[in-house]
């Protein structure tokens, strides 16, 4: 049986964790505030080393691509050891709301198979657009509307859209996840006013997916407000995807610290940082 409360001991930062601040996705609690994902790395034993150094709980897994052994997934699900990690399944590569359904209901079976019994998240992806990657907000309701019925924990990617964001909270969705740029293009967080207008209007964790690409724009998105951050092309594509993953997951920790520290306001003109009273008289 899969613990309720996972232990972070992967890595050894040198911030010191608030242990009352704690990530909840439908009643079960995380200390790391970093997903990844288990894609587009070289080989199986760096992305074990990747996701440790990362410190994160929850990792992502393709459905569609590791039940039709596509390249690169062969064996994946095999290859990570599930009782450290969390498997949250995704139905990446469908472009219906129909075929997204069918993928979740594989994923939640695969989660049973790989020890999990009571895992019924899903990263629920409909992406009919094949340029740009981009998520159809129609096809990601109707199916979240048919998921949530099912019983599934739904985390559906979608545009950095508050009304949308707010819709699939009220179907019952346990996240948001929108995207910051497109996936895997590294461009950052494009739209920052959205994302912080869904952390204001949102009572479900916000999860930052795809976009990110240097540490720097990931303690950024933490610091907008963001929950959580989902982050997979900049870790495994990085030179040294481990050493990526560590600086990710102490990016993510700084950010979120950050914000709880509560920054200072924005000043149109300086303000010395010593005091001009009680000077030394010349």
Known sequence: MIANSFSLAS????????PDDV????????????????????????????????????VTVAVRRVQTNAAGHQGLAEAIDWEKYWLLPNTAGCQTADEAVRVARLGREMAKIL??????????????????????????????????KEGFAVLPYIN??????????????????PLGSPIGS????????????IVEECHVPVVV???????????????????????????????????????MGMATEAGRTAYLSGRIPVKAYASASSPLTGLVAK
Request: proline share 4%.
């Open 209 to 247: 997916d795809a976009g990110i690409g240097v540490p720097s724009e990931a303690a950024a998105a933490m610091e907008l407000g963001a929950d959580c951050l989902l982050i997979n092309t900049a870790i495994a594509c990085a030179s040294n995807p481990v050493a990526m993953g560590r600086a």
């Open 186 to 197: 590294g461009q950052g967080i494009n739209n920052a006013a959205n994302i912080r207008i």
């Open 160 to 177: 950095a859209d508050p009304r949308l964001a707010k819709t699939l909270e009220e179907i019952g969705c346990v996240t948001v996840m």
């Open 115 to 148: 020890g999990q019994e009571d895992n019924n998240f899903v990263k629920l992806e409909v992406i009919p657009d094949l340029k740009y990657l981009l998520p159809d907000p129609l096809g990601t309701c109707k199916a979240a509307e048919q998921l949530v």
């Open 23 to 58: 990530l909840e996705i439908a009643g079960r609690k995380f200390r790391s505030r970093l997903m990844t994902g288990s894609g587009k790395y070289a080989d199986f034993e760096i992305m074990r080393q990747a996701l440790a150094a990362s410190g994160c709980e929850i």
């Open 11 to 18: 890595h050894d930062l040198s911030l010191d964790q608030n």
